[in-house]
C-alpha cells in the first residue's frame, strides 16, 4: 500500500500534497489525510465543511500518463472509483455523479472532489485528487443545501480507517485500468449514472431560468443540455447552477 501521510490538522490537504510535490516526488498513490482542515477547499470558490474526526478528508497524488486534453477522462474514472464504492457500502440507494463530479444519494451530497493538475508541455506532470466524504457526521452548520453522510443514511458508526482502505482500493481500481481502450466504458459508466441524466428540471444557465434536461457531457468535460425546442446549450462549470 502507497504511504499515507496522516496530518492532526492542515489548512487543505490539496494544499499540502501540491507543496510536497515542489520539494520531492512522493510514490505513486501516496494519501495525505487530516482529522482536520482549517480551510477545506471545495469547487471553484466553495469551502468544504467538516467536523473534526468524523469524516475522510484528503487527498491522493496520481501521476497519469495521459495528454493533457485528457484530464476530464481522470475526473470521470476517480468519480467512478467513489460511485462504486458507494454503490457497495449503501445498497439500494441511488446513487449518481452530480456534474461534475459530486457524490449523490439521491438529492443530497455524500462525497466532494476537488481535482488539480499540473501540466508540463502537452502531457499531465500530476493529478491530486482532493475528496472530502461524509462518514460519521450528523449535524451540518454551513449553508450548504443539502449534505448527507452515510452514518445519516444507515444509522450506523462506520470506523474511518476501513473505509479510507475501501475507496482507496475502488478508486485506484478504477485509475489504473485507465487506457485508450477502456476510455469508451468510463465514458459510457460516466453518463449512465450522471445525476438527473434525461430528465426534465429548471437550471439557472447564465443567470436565465432554462426547462431542459441533461444529456451528457462532451468531450471538453462541458455539461450539455437540451431544453424544450430541441436544441443543445452547451455549459461550463460556472455557467449553470442546478435547483435542487
Not at 493538475?117 to 450528523?138: E, F, H, P, W
Request: glycine share 6%; hydrophobic share 35%.
Amino acid at each position: 500500500m502507497p504511504a499515507i501521510i496522516r496530518l492532526p490538522e492542515t489548512k487543505s490537504t490539496n494544499s499540502y500534497a501540491i507543496e510536497l510535490l515542489s520539494k520531492e516526488h512522493p510514490e505513486e498513490g501516496c494519501v495525505i489525510i487530516t482529522d482536520y482542515q482549517t480551510q477545506g477547499k471545495g469547487t471553484d470558490t466553495n469551502t468544504w465543511e467538516s467536523e473534526k474526526g468524523k469524516n475522510l478528508t484528503f487527498s491522493l497524488i496520481l501521476y497519469p500518463k495521459l495528454a493533457a486534453d485528457q484530464q476530464f477522462l481522470l475526473n470521470k474514472a476517480i468519480s467512478l472509483g467513489i460511485y462504486d464504492f458507494l454503490v457497495k457500502e449503501i445498497p439500494g440507494h441511488k446513487i449518481s455523479i452530480k456534474w461534475p463530479n459530486d457524490l449523490y444519494v439521491e438529492d443530497q451530497k455524500v462525497c466532494g472532489i476537488l481535482i488539480q493538475n499540473a501540466v508540463m508541455g502537452n502531457k499531465l506532470q500530476y493529478m491530486v485528487a482532493g475528496i472530502g466524504l461524509n462518514v460519521n457526521q450528523t449535524l451540518f452548520i454551513s449553508d450548504a443545501p443539502n449534505p448527507v453522510s452515510l452514518k445519516m443514511i444507515t444509522s450506523l458508526e462506520y470506523n474511518l480507517d476501513e473505509i479510507l482502505q475501501k475507496l482507496l482500493y475502488s478508486i485506484l481500481e478504477r485509475y489504473t485500468h485507465i487506457s485508450p481502450e477502456t476510455a469508451g466504458k468510463i465514458e459510457s459508466d460516466y453518463q449512465t449514472v450522471l445525476y438527473r441524466q434525461g430528465e426534465w428540471h429548471d437550471y439557472i444557465v447564465k443567470g436565465v431560468k432554462v426547462f431542459s434536461k441533461i444529456t451528457g457531457t462532451n468531450a471538453y468535460g462541458q455539461l450539455l443540455l437540451k431544453n424544450q425546442t430541441g436544441k443543445t446549450i452547451v455549459c461550463d462549470l460556472k455557467e449553470v447552477k442546478f435547483i435542487i
